[in-house]
């Protein structure tokens, strides 16, 4: 754990708002590499605390410079039908302030290589892929970007990428293109050595996932992915009778609340962290229960068989659920 102090808080446009973290020394901070996240302890409207994780920003093109920083820069997205975390980062926090961060992780690896990145950003996901562009300049290894948002004035970020990457950047404004990003013609320009790396709302993420495997790709080699959304209440969503089977407990799980926080909320412990189906830590064994699985994580062969489940994501079908917890 690291207190940190608050040394700028910048709104970039009316949805992004950006912060730099540093020690109360100006020492150095544990270093990192591209795709990193750092979890930061936020206070949400019922006084209760939580955790959000936000990506590492690094825009220097220089071999080293996120080994020993002196500070952590991150970007938040305001999200006014979420729980309260965002809102907490800008409407609360102050430059002056102090916060709890957990030291750097990296869920979202660049792989080394010859052959070309490409970075598919939408939205507030643009802040990993930002470090991953800096990153494979400073290699010198081959990198383009696609980067889409609902309008250049929501797109943070922009100057610094094309000063970055100049031509080999991208930019999609759905305002200006009439429509979303071609999904399908970004796929069939990329030649068959190039991995993707993509990160930005479920929407995106699951549309070239399907646009993928419709063309036969290999997806668990060629795309690399990181989620910004967190669970949202579908369709057919109902409450859940949960029988946890070694405590003996039964608990009711609303159809707007997922597993994992149910379990939570009720006293338990359960091992988790990305809360959005992709880390695969949360997968718990079932024993009885029709799955609803939404995950990233399981293979095909593995949603199959039934017998276990990311419980920070995926539901029951059914209304009984019986984990062997």
């Not at 957990?102 to 010859?114: E, I, V, W």
């Not at 003996?248 to 988790?272: E, H, R, S, W, Y």
Request: proline letters at 5%; a negative charge; glycine letters at 10%.
């Amino acid at each position: 754990m690291l207190t940190l102090r608050v040394t700028e808080a910048q709104s970039l446009n009316p949805l992004v708002r950006q912060f730099r973290l540093a020690r109360q020394d100006g020492g150095a901070l544990p270093g990192f590499s591209a795709g990193a996240h750092i979890q930061v302890q936020v206070t949400l409207p019922d006084g209760s605390r939580d955790w959000r994780h936000y990506s590492l920003i690094n825009p220097v093109a220089q071999s080293g410079v996120t080994d020993a920083p002196t500070e952590y820069r991150i970007a938040v997205r305001r999200e006014d039908e979420g729980r309260g975390g965002s809102r907490f980062m800008h409407e609360v926090l102050q430059a002056g302030q102090e916060l709890v961060v957990q030291a750097p992780k990296n869920d979202f690896p660049l792989h080394d290589g010859g052959d070309c990145a490409v970075l598919v950003a939408g939205g507030i996901g643009i802040t990993p892929m930002l470090s991953m562009a800096a990153q494979r300049c400073a290699q010198g290894a081959p990198v383009r970007m696609h980067y889409a948002g609902r309008s250049r004035s929501l797109m943070a970020f922009l100057p610094e990428l094309g000063e970055l990457l100049g031509e080999r950047l991208d930019v999609h404004a759905d305002d200006e293109a009439g429509r979303p990003l071609d999904i399908g013609a970004l796929l069939d320009r990329c030649a068959a050595d190039e991995r993707l790396y993509v990160c930005g709302p479920k929407v995106m993420l699951d549309a070239v996932l399907a646009a993928a495997q419709s063309r036969g790709w290999n997806t668990h080699e060629r795309i690399h992915f990181e989620l910004f959304t967190t669970p949202e209440v579908e369709e057919g969503d109902q409450p859940i009778e949960l029988v946890l089977a070694q405590s003996g407990k039964t608990l009711t799980v609303p159809a707007d609340q997922t597993i994992l926080d149910c379990l939570i909320d009720n006293g338990c412990d359960p091992m988790f962290d990305c809360k959005r189906g992709e880390c695969g830590v949360c997968a718990t064994p079932v024993i009885e229960g029709d799955i609803d699985h939404r995950d990233y994580v399981l293979t095909a062969r593995e949603k199959a068989e039934g017998n276990v489940m990311q419980i920070c994501i995926s539901r029951c079908k059914g209304k009984r659920l019986v984990l062997d917890i």
